[in-house]
């Protein structure tokens, strides 16, 4: 792995990370309180391991866009994020709404949520996997 490509996972994982406390933890706690009979407490939810998912899911992204996507560029890689969120996101919202019992209003969240947090990802490793200056 790149430094460059390092550097694009750190920043990806922490971008990432603070979008998805805004998501879960601000703008849909009012839904996940109405349907907290679907979710561990609080106290029992294993925040380590959802940092190591978030960060494995962030090696990944990269990791795919470094070795796979060509010509390296901002543009590139906001289409990277685009086509991944698209897909990432509908599986996680709706994937999920099929064989759980959320509302259909959280899964489109969901949806649109992972979809904003890939696209970001995307710029982020457009910005910072760029080709050597010659």
Known sequence: MTKKTIWAVIAVFIAWAILDFILHNL???SLYEQTKQLWRPLA???MPLMYVVTLVLSICFCVIYGFLVEPKSIGRGTLYGIV???GMG???GFGSYVSMPIPLSLAFAWFIGS???FIIG???VGLIIRPAKQ
């Open 27 to 29: 703008l849909l706690s």
């Open 44 to 46: 029992e939810m294993n």
């Open 84 to 86: 991944t969120g698209l």
């Open 90 to 92: 509908f599986s996680m």
């Open 115 to 117: 979809w904003v947090e």
């Open 122 to 124: 995307g710029i982020l």
